[in-house]
């Protein structure tokens, strides 16, 4: 099967299919591959604490055995049922385990009595256990990327709709400019705003949640933190840059959840311009951003924009990029480099 991208990864997740016996979760977003992971894996077994069809290994356990994983899912539980195998693995370490597993099946020398599920980290396309499961018949790949505010908005009508509430539009946008791109992070920060607001078991009738309510739930976290640090960049205010990166540490945000914010940043101001360039007013340029800019941030925004010449953002977005890939390619700590990038450019929005 080869890669699965954008709406047939939501329907392979409703719908695996009976030939799919493996399948490899893989991406920068931990919070993601665990939360498919297990969604895949509830799928097969209901309590996954189940000694007899639930079990977890990791690289060590297949390090002496690499047949162990093949043997694994072939072997019939003593209670019944199907089983499932997850694999944690740290990225190429258990690669002959996981050829051995997808030969058998393909060839049909393994027969499944389940299915296994492989958590892996961010794999590059050059990676042999990612091309193995990109080939495979009876397997599937599924990339695991950060959110972006389409995601963050689809993960919240669902979670609240599925509480009996709705979302308000402006409430809405607040949510996707707050929250970061970790989808467990995210996750966890609207179950809470969920809870503020009251689950179905608990709340008489129909509820919306609101602006208020946003800000009220989710106020001090890791969202929060972000857009402090992201808008003190792009302000040019390095004292309160330094205040809101030691907070968004505090709070847990990851230094590519910055990173994404700054990218993202630089990239709606630099649509904004061209809007501007063609004849529009500032307004009308924040109007047609999608989302648009929400109506709280609109000054500053349109500060920004006054702010910042369309040469020096295309400086500052070529700035990020290097960023990125210095952070994910040298070894050296993604923090330093991430927030480093960040008081760079709180310098370039002074002129």
């Not at 509830?42 to 639930?54: E, G, I, K, S």
């Amino acid at each position: 099967m080869t890669a699965l991208k954008g709406r047939a990864i939501k329907a392979f997740l409703a719908k695996p299919g009976p030939e799919i016996a493996a399948i490899l979760l893989y991406g920068p977003d931990a919070g993601l591959v665990r939360e498919r992971a297990g969604a895949l894996a509830r799928r097969v077994v209901d309590d996954l604490n189940d000694p007899f069809n639930a079990i977890e290994l990791t690289d060590g356990d297949l390090k002496d055995e690499p047949g162990r994983l093949a043997d694994e899912i072939s072997a019939l539980s003593f209670a019944g049922g199907e089983r499932v195998v997850r694999l944690r693995t740290t990225g190429e370490a258990s690669t002959k385990s996981a050829e051995t597993l997808v030969t058998g099946l393909d060839g049909g020398a393994v027969k499944a009595n389940g299915l296994v599920v492989i958590e892996a980290g961010d794999l590059s396309p050059r990676s042999g256990l990612r091309k193995l499961f990109e080939k495979a018949k009876r397997g599937a790949a599924l990339p695991c990327y950060a959110d972006a505010p389409a995601d963050v908005r689809e993960l919240a009508k669902d979670l609240a709709a599925a509480e009996g509430l709705t979302i308000d539009k402006d409430a809405l946008d607040l949510l996707a400019a707050m929250l970061g791109d970790d989808h467990g992070l995210t996750r966890t920060e609207i179950d809470k705003l969920i809870l503020f607001k009251g689950p179905k078991s608990v709340r008489e009738g129909p509820g919306t949640i609101t602006v208020e309510d946003v800000r009220a739930s989710l106020a001090d976290g890791p969202g929060e933190a972000l857009d402090e640090a992201t808008s003190a960049a792009l302000d040019g205010a390095p004292r309160a840059l330094s205040a809101a990166l030691y907070k968004a540490e505090s709070a847990g945000a990851s230094p590519i959840g910055l990173l994404r914010g700054l990218q993202r940043q630089v990239s709606r101001v630099r649509t904004a311009k061209s809007h501007m360039d063609d004849g529009e007013s500032a307004a009308s340029a924040m109007k047609k951003l999608r989302p648009p800019v929400f109506f709280a941030e609109q000054r500053a925004f349109e500060d920004r924009l006054r702010k910042w010449p369309a040469r020096r953002l295309a400086l500052a977005a070529r700035m990020l990029i290097d960023a990125e890939l210095e952070a994910k390619t040298t070894g050296a700590p993604q923090r330093e480099i991430i927030e480093r990038a960040a008081l760079r450019l709180s310098m370039m929005a002074r002129g």
